[in-house]
């Protein structure tokens, strides 16, 4: 039905193996779960429209992984996508899963924040297993930051900068976030849920107070809708792709991506973490993800965890006052 015309219930049976009673069974569940299916006695049955909804048989149609989403659980309203994964990775899941909610009810943000959750977005969660030491975790929420930034290029044309770790930002606002969080052993990590927000068709007038002056929406940004079905197999399939990169190749040519779109090297910036706040010149990240600065004093420091105000750009000198 998918590829367009009408298509009897005779053919529909024949080509799954299901009597035409059961076909009927099917296109009433269908229509159910918000599938716009119109019938003809004559001419069979069309699709004239999908939910605009996260489903699993929606993204796994058509999607080209081996890994990534070869389960998705969907719910339409759930505490959080991140505390599901956990649960099931905890469990035993295997990688590759994946949990998305049409709504969290306690989304979480990096730092303990807060993660409004809006209508129209994407909320996922990913379980992954890499083989590697707990201090090599870093490198993963930068290349899910990097998969997200590609997936909305490739998607809508936009090319969002990433902040250094790993903020969505377009047009100096923010499109989206991730948070990475991890189980591990002292030398071996168990498993990694990498989460990603990202505001997809939410208007402009549905953002919170606190956050309406530094959030923004793909829809916002580019003028019109975005399948958000179609973005989220175009995350997997670039996660799986920097995945198979970083297990074969190495971390340095997504460490060269993400330069490329960041937004932070050659900013003189603020990171404030839980103990201090540290300012300085971000001149690089390093083999580990860690973001390096300049201080005022020449020294160098190396930063693992915080949150980056940008200052303003050292090379040409303007002033961004700190709103990033
Ligand atoms: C940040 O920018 O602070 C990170 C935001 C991460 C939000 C996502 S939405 C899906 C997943 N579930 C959560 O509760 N948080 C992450």
Same mark, same amino acid.
């Given at each position: 039905?998918?590829?367009?015309?009408?298509?009897?219930?005779?053919?529909?049976?024949?080509?799954?193996?299901?009597?035409?009673?059961?076909?009927?069974?099917?296109?009433?569940?269908?229509?159910?779960?918000?599938?716009?299916?119109?019938?003809?006695?004559?001419?069979?049955?069309?699709?004239?429209?999908?939910?605009?909804?996260?489903?699993?048989?929606?993204?796994?149609?058509?999607?080209?992984?081996?890994?990534?989403?070869?389960?998705?659980?969907?719910?339409?309203?759930?505490?959080?996508?991140?505390?599901?994964?956990?649960?099931?990775?905890?469990?035993?899941?295997?990688?590759?899963?994946?949990?998305?909610?049409?709504?969290?009810?306690?989304?979480?943000?990096?730092?303990?924040?807060?993660?409004?959750?809006?209508?129209?977005?994407?909320?996922?969660?990913?379980?992954?297993?890499?083989?590697?030491?707990?201090?090599?975790?870093?490198?993963?929420?930068?290349?899910?930051?990097?998969?997200?930034?590609?997936?909305?290029?490739?998607?809508?044309?936009?090319?969002?900068?990433?902040?250094?770790?790993?903020?969505?930002?377009?047009?100096?606002?923010?499109?989206?976030?991730?948070?990475?969080?991890?189980?591990?052993?002292?030398?071996?990590?168990?498993?990694?849920?990498?989460? @990603? #927000?990202?505001? +997809?068709?939410?208007?402009?007038?549905?953002?919170?107070? =606190?956050? &309406? *002056? !530094?959030?923004?929406?793909?829809?916002?940004?580019?003028?019109?809708?975005?399948?958000?079905?179609?973005?989220?197999?175009?995350?997997?399939?670039?996660?799986?792709?920097?995945?198979?990169?970083?297990?074969?190749?190495?971390?340095?040519?997504?460490?060269?991506?993400?330069?490329?779109?960041?937004?932070? @090297? #050659?900013?003189? +910036?603020?990171?404030?973490?839980?103990?201090?706040?540290? =300012?300085? &010149? *971000? !001149?690089?990240?390093?083999?580990?993800?860690?973001?390096?600065?300049?201080?005022?004093?020449?020294?160098?420091?190396?930063?693992?965890?915080?949150?980056?105000?940008?200052?303003?750009?050292?090379?040409?000198?303007?002033?961004?006052?700190?709103?990033?």
């Amino acid at each position: 039905m998918r590829e367009g015309g009408r298509v009897s219930g005779e053919k529909l049976g024949r080509t799954v193996g299901i009597s035409r009673t059961a076909v009927w069974k099917y296109i009433a569940e269908l229509r159910r779960e918000g599938y716009q299916i119109s019938s003809s006695p004559r001419l069979g049955y069309s699709l004239i429209s999908a939910p605009d909804e996260l489903l699993p048989e929606e993204i796994k149609g058509g999607l080209n992984t081996n890994i990534m989403g070869k389960q998705i659980i969907h719910y339409r309203e759930i505490s959080s996508t991140q505390d599901i994964a956990k649960a099931l990775a905890a469990q035993g899941a295997d990688e590759g899963v994946v949990v998305v909610a049409e709504r969290q009810t306690q989304g979480r943000g990096r730092m303990g924040r807060n993660w409004f959750s809006l209508p129209g977005s994407i909320c996922l969660s990913l379980i992954l297993r890499p083989e590697l030491k707990p201090l090599e975790a870093l490198k993963f929420p930068l290349i899910a930051g990097v998969g997200a930034a590609q997936a909305i290029n490739k998607l809508t044309g936009l090319r969002p900068e990433l902040k250094w770790p790993n903020d969505l930002i377009l047009g100096g606002k923010k499109v989206g976030g991730i948070l990475a969080e991890l189980s591990a052993e002292t030398d071996r990590v168990i498993y990694i849920v990498l989460g @990603i #927000g990202i505001n +997809v068709n939410t208007p402009r007038n549905l953002f919170p107070e =606190e956050i &309406e *002056a !530094i959030a923004t929406s793909l829809k916002e940004e580019c003028g019109k809708e975005v399948s958000r079905v179609k973005l989220v197999q175009a995350i997997l399939v670039e996660l799986e792709s920097l995945y198979e990169e970083l297990k074969f190749v190495g971390f340095e040519p997504i460490r060269q991506k993400w330069k490329s779109l960041s937004n932070t @090297i #050659g900013f003189w +910036v603020r990171v404030s973490n839980a103990k201090e706040e540290i =300012e300085g &010149e *971000a !001149i690089d990240i390093d083999q580990e993800g860690a973001l390096i600065l300049r201080k005022a004093s020449g020294s160098l420091q190396r930063i693992i965890a915080g949150e980056v105000t940008l200052r303003k750009e050292v090379n040409r000198g303007g002033n961004l006052g700190g709103q990033v």
